[in-house]
């Protein structure tokens, strides 16, 4: 099956930092979200982005499709980004199975 | 909205109990998945539905079943649970076709001791 795998697996910011996420996967996908894992469970959908380039507030998305890598990008990080991030992918060719990745825990100190 | 909505929100079992997790959805997706999340680690699918009346394994099915019989209802069974199966269990939804997003329950946390 599909591979995907995220780095770094741990980052700590100083709040108002800024970071860049990965996700690389070892096919090609047709459906690609970011996901923020808070520290209460709860997961929270980001970005849809099977190609391209996104943008809310401070983050920001693109996922190159061709090279098979996606990148999230938070600014001006804050506490509350604090979590753990997952990219996750849908191959293509018809299968319905969603492969997350390990995720990028996220701690941010004031 | 509801949303994607998960009950019981935690439940603890002795070894060999059964019990079933109810997952609902008010957004009419044909698409549903059940995960389990272990502590530190990335979700892994159990099982998923692409419709009302189907079901297929994921990639931990061992030790679960599930039923799709409304296509708002997915549920989850453990016939004898295991302290292997003590998880954060996540639902989710999404609409069919590729280009649709996934959106997740809050969890249940089963314990089995």
């Known amino acids: 099956g599909i591979q995907v795998e995220q780095s770094p697996p741990d980052l700590i910011l100083q709040e108002g930092a800024n970071s860049t996420l990965r996700c690389n996967f070892s096919?090609?996908?047709?459906?690609l979200q970011w996901f923020h894992q808070n520290p209460w469970g709860q997961l929270i959908n980001l970005f849809y982005?099977?190609?391209g380039t996104k943008q809310n507030g401070r983050l920001s998305a693109t996922t190159v499709a061709t090279e098979r890598y996606s990148l999230l990008y938070i600014s001006s990080s804050q506490t509350t980004d604090s979590g753990v991030y997952f990219c996750?992918?849908?191959?293509?060719?018809?299968?319905?199975?969603?492969?997350f990745g390990t995720g990028t825990k996220l701690q941010v100190i004031p | 909205n509801a949303g994607v909505t998960q009950t019981p929100k935690f439940r603890v079992l002795k070894t060999g109990q059964s019990m079933t997790l109810l997952c609902a959805q008010d957004?009419?997706?044909?698409?549903m998945y059940w995960y389990r999340q272990d502590p530190g680690m990335g979700l892994r699918l159990i099982h998923y539905?692409?419709?009302?009346?189907?079901?297929a394994k994921g990639e931990v099915p061992d030790g679960y079943n599930v039923s799709r019989l409304k296509k708002q209802n997915f549920l989850l069974g453990l016939e004898s649970a295991a302290p292997s199966q003590t998880s954060v269990y996540f639902c989710?939804?999404?609409?069919?076709?590729?280009?649709?997003?996934?959106?997740f329950g809050p969890g249940t946390r089963l314990t089995v001791t």
């Open positions: 996750a992918v849908l191959n293509s060719g018809g299968y319905q199975k969603v492969t």
């Open positions: 989710a939804s999404r609409r069919a076709g590729e280009a649709a997003e996934q959106y």
């Open positions: 539905s692409v419709g009302e009346g189907t079901t």
């Open positions: 982005i099977p190609s």
């Open positions: 096919d090609s996908v047709n459906n």
């Open positions: 957004m009419n997706h044909e698409y």
